[in-house]
């Protein structure tokens, strides 16, 4: 099945994962007094699977430039805890007004959108909670560590993350076009991803020429992660991708394949997957893993989309 | 006016404030592409004004250990992007439902709750990439830096601030007691206000006695401070406190007048006041500015009140 003969990739993904699920089981806070609802929705949306897409760049990032990745596992959850807030956040009625989410009702409809926002907010602390936990503190370099959460901080703000979230809502039924699109991708998705990459790669004791390699990677990731997203709206398996499909589409959100079209859009996410692949020989072979993500994330297209399921069934 | 004759309070706060106000002007980010709206915003939000009074509690816990309270204005600008956007999120109208704040229509009516969700959002994510900005981190030491970040974080986090707002919200119109009142102020006020003070010192090189000193006058002082909100939402001037007053009794909230009347609440508060004076003599001549501060947050309830604004008028 992997592309990668060399490399085995769910091996790796497997123990990280595990290794994030349980950083962020241990450290997270326990309700002390009335606090019960709050901490019960955060956790709901947090510990609800996922791919756990961006502490796994961070923990790359740190591993592709000779780091213990096992020192920044506090880091990494954080990331995944801002990745969380977004989605719950975005999931708001008066956002993007999504029900289901990691194949589970989403923070608001299992409890209720005032929650909901509260628990968004407590986990963007909590993500910076444990970036300066005194565990991690010891562990690592402080000036670097302060310059990763700078950059996390930075990409995540009202001029990355947040700022592109604003715009794709304002772009809702509006006749867009490839410039205003690509902003979007890269505020809402690209800037987080490529952060998450450098940050562990700050830890890991990068040099300035490895980080600009990396952030070549990461853009380019970034984006093929964000059109794969967008196409897996429409030819997506709900149960696969664990939200409900056409969504985008429903709501005239402007995206690649509303622009371009299937094809043009795959094609589209190939060049940017080839681009990232391409800036890691870089590395030689430390850049294994980083290659093997990039092929998990074009394949996608074929492994989460309902045409290819059925076909493997049927094999 | 002022009750301490030898220290001049009003020239204190105006230093500070003016000083609080430019840092947030000058580093607040500009809008470089379509994100334009939502850095209107937050900026809306958070440059009309208000008291900073957790800078300003930040830069005084710095001062009285003997810091230099200019080089962590950066540090204390970051406390007021967390303040406003907490002010922005509680007014929503599914949280506490305010349509004025600070004398202007709050965020969420002068925009829409989608742009006022991502403004408050954007803005706790802003106040990391200023306590994190090169130019604070190279004045401080690093160690204390992170520290502080840690505190903060865990202050305004799921079991400080934004628990405590979720059982604020869970208490409108229902039957309250004085153990679950004590703990909402305790962690929707308190806790900030207190790592606000205790970061400044933190990063003004404060002893661990010092620390201790603090925490008993942060923790009183916002205890007054939240029971003085309280009694303004009846007895306040809206034009004073540039928010509509009956809000809390409205919506049911508890609040000590609601479970003790006006005196007994007048009384409690003061009561708190003395206790955090009487915790600064540790300080000596030194803690002069946070007596003056504590002294200011007691008299809101005359300056502030619309009865006595009338006398003053008929003086």
Chains 1, 2 share one sequence.
């Not at 996922?50 to 920044?72: S, T």
């Not at 509260?118 to 302060?146: S, Y």
């Amino acid at each position: 099945m992997e592309k990668n003969n060399h490399f085995d990739l769910i091996s790796y993904l497997e123990l990280r994962t595990q290794r994030i699920e349980k950083i962020l089981e241990t450290y997270f806070p326990k309700a002390k007094g009335y606090e019960e609802r709050v901490i019960s929705a955060s956790k709901y949306s947090l510990l609800a699977g996922g791919k756990r897409f961006r502490p796994i760049l961070c923990l790359a990032g740190c591993e592709v430039v000779g780091g213990d990745w096992e020192r920044i596992l506090l880091f990494a959850a954080g990331l995944e805890c801002l990745h969380t807030y977004s989605l719950i956040h975005d999931d708001l009625p008066c956002m993007d007004d999504d029900d289901l989410r990691r194949g589970k009702p989403s923070c608001h409809k299992a409890f209720d959108p005032a929650t909901a926002i509260l628990a968004g907010d407590g986990l963007q602390a909590l993500a910076f909670e444990f970036f300066t936990h005194p565990e991690l503190v010891k562990k690592v370099n402080k000036t670097r560590l302060l310059k990763a959460i700078y950059w996390v901080s930075k990409a995540i703000g009202l001029r990355g993350m947040v700022g592109g979230q604003m715009v794709d809502l304002l772009m809702e039924g509006k006749k867009g076009n490839p410039k205003v699109l690509k902003w979007i991708h890269l505020h809402k998705t690209v800037c987080f991803m490529e952060a998450s990459l450098l940050s562990g790669a700050l830890l890991g004791g990068a040099q300035s020429k490895e980080l600009r390699v990396l952030s070549s990677y990461g853009k380019n990731l970034g984006f093929a992660f964000q059109i794969v997203d967008d196409l897996l709206d429409i030819i997506g398996d709900e149960k696969k991708i664990g939200k409900k499909t056409f969504s985008d589409v429903k709501k005239q959100k402007l995206t690649y394949p509303a622009l371009f079209g299937l094809e043009k859009t795959k094609a589209l996410a190939s060049k940017h997957i080839q681009k990232a692949i391409e800036s890691l020989k870089f590395f030689g072979n430390r850049g294994e893993p980083l290659k093997a993500l990039a092929n998990f994330i074009i394949n996608r297209i074929s492994t989460s989309s309902k045409s290819i399921q059925n076909e493997q069934v049927s094999l």
